[in-house]
């Protein structure tokens, strides 16, 4: 099984600050992909990166793929409420993907 | 937009008790995972079906659980007996034929209780 480790576990923040957030692996992966879970709901799905080196921005979200297709990072600006969620990252694996445990982000007005 | 819908959303039992839990795909998905999230294990895949096959069921307790696809439009998902270490939110997914690691598209889960 391809391990990922999200790093940090929990983040609190108030609104209008930066963080990013990193998921880590000793494997390579073909692609790996960032979602995002809200209370009571499964995860959506934010973004998907393929190539070593990728940067991808969804508005204020900012996802990289590391040159070696080993790890990942996310980077939010200006953070708001209503990014409070649980960030997961997962990697491709066949068919499956290996999801990382995820990192709990907390944005407080 | 088209959902994944799991059924129930919520269920109390008491160990012992079978349990099963729906889910149905995404129209035209045809693979469909079973994944189950709790606090310390985070999200760990169950099974998985493609074209209503058995791909992988190796994260599965096979002793008592077990998971099927009777037809495209529904997955289930069995637990007989059931315990307390099985309470946990069980998702399913959906994603779409083509290359591997599809987007996969998930239901609101079933939230389970074993007393």
């Known amino acids: 099984t391809q391990l990922l480790e999200q790093s940090p576990q929990f983040l609190s923040i108030q609104e209008g600050e930066n963080l990013t957030v990193y998921c880590n692996s000793s494997s390579v992966f073909s692609s790996l992909q960032w979602y995002r879970q809200e209370p009571g709901e499964g995860p959506v799905l934010l973004v998907t990166?393929?190539?070593?080196?990728e940067v991808k921005k969804l508005k204020r979200l900012t996802f990289q793929f590391g040159d070696a297709r080993k790890d990942s990072s996310l980077h939010i600006t200006a953070a708001q409420p209503g990014d409070t969620g649980l960030y997961l990252c997962a990697g491709g694996a066949g068919y499956a993907l290996n999801f990382g445990k995820g990192t709990s982000l907390l944005v407080t007005p | 937009d088209a959902r994944v819908t799991q059924t129930p959303r919520h269920k109390v039992t008491e160990m012992g008790q079978e349990v099963t839990m729906r889910c149905q795909p995404i129209l035209g998905h045809n693979t469909v995972f079973w994944y189950r999230q709790t606090m310390m294990q985070g999200l760990e895949l169950l099974a998985y079906?493609?074209?209503?096959?058995?791909?992988?069921d190796s994260g599965m307790p096979k002793d008592r659980f077990s998971a099927e696809m009777p037809d495209a439009t529904l997955a289930t998902l069995k637990i007989q007996p059931s315990e307390p270490r099985d309470s946990a939110v069980y998702f399913c997914a959906s994603a779409g034929s083509g290359m591997l690691n599809q987007p996969q598209h998930f239901g609101d889960g079933t939230r389970l209780s074993i007393l």
């Open positions: 079906f493609r074209n209503r096959a058995p791909l992988d």
């Open positions: 990166v393929v190539t070593g080196g």
